[in-house]
């Protein structure tokens, strides 16, 4: 079955735009989690949703946001971008955020700010 | 929060050399504890988990990590490895109080293996 996508894969935004971010998870994945990865800071959860509703924010300024849709499918928007927004946000999607089982990743995408 | 120490940046070591990749975590809570592996330009495959059982997690591409609980480490370990081993692998932490939506991330480790 196909794995998590994300599009695009890559994005060259400048400083002050905004962007929306796509992931579509596994079929039957009804939960879905996003993180910021960057060479400074690693790996930081942004947030998590289940059943279109948000679960878990991390700790983000207000300029991130995210929503899901109700076919599972996650989007996440940043506003009025910095350059230290520029990073790969990788997305993740399981059956349940309960469920002991493996979260899958997509390839991520990968925005740089200029 | 969640505080997990991986320490080494970097391991570089020859083909057919043992390895292993040190990860330490902040929680005296019972966790979750995973090992994913990240290749250039690609997202996360996890390698492993230890939720509870048996201290000794076998996973995949011959990797195995053991969970320490007194202390609070997760070391992963491959007795001979592979120029395609070549790749950052990051160790992670959920709380079980919490969900898997939610991981905490070392700040990973390359391994270059060396032919």
């Known amino acids: 079955k196909a794995g998590v996508t994300q599009t695009p894969r890559y994005l060259i935004k400048t400083r002050g735009q905004q962007v929306t971010l796509s992931c579509s998870p596994i079929?039957?994945?009804?939960?879905v989690s996003w993180y910021q990865q960057t060479p400074g800071q690693g790996l930081q959860f942004l947030f998590e949703y289940f059943s279109e509703t948000q679960r878990n924010k991390g700790n983000f300024p207000g300029r991130f946001s995210g929503r899901q849709f109700s076919n599972s499918r996650s989007e996440m928007n940043v506003s009025t971008l910095e350059l230290g927004d520029s990073a790969l946000y990788l997305c993740a999607s399981a059956i349940d955020p309960d469920s002991l089982l493996e979260a899958f990743f997509g390839q991520g995408t990968r925005l740089t700010v200029v | 929060a969640q505080s997990v120490t991986q320490l080494d940046s970097q391991v570089p070591v020859f083909e057919e050399a043992p390895v292993e990749l040190r990860c330490n975590y902040s929680s005296s809570v019972s966790v979750y504890l995973f090992w994913y592996v990240q290749y250039p330009n690609q997202g996360l495959q996890l390698l492993l988990k230890?939720?509870?059982?048996?201290?000794l997690v076998k996973g995949i591409n011959g990797f195995e990590a053991e969970f320490n609980k007194s202390q609070t480490s997760f070391h992963l370990r491959k007795p001979s490895v592979h120029i395609s081993d070549t790749a950052e692998y990051f160790c992670a932490v959920s709380d079980r109080g919490s969900t898997l939506g939610r991981l905490y991330f070392g700040r990973g480790t390359q391994l270059t293996v060396w032919p």
């Open positions: 079929s039957g994945h009804r939960s």
């Open positions: 230890y939720l509870s059982g048996s201290t």
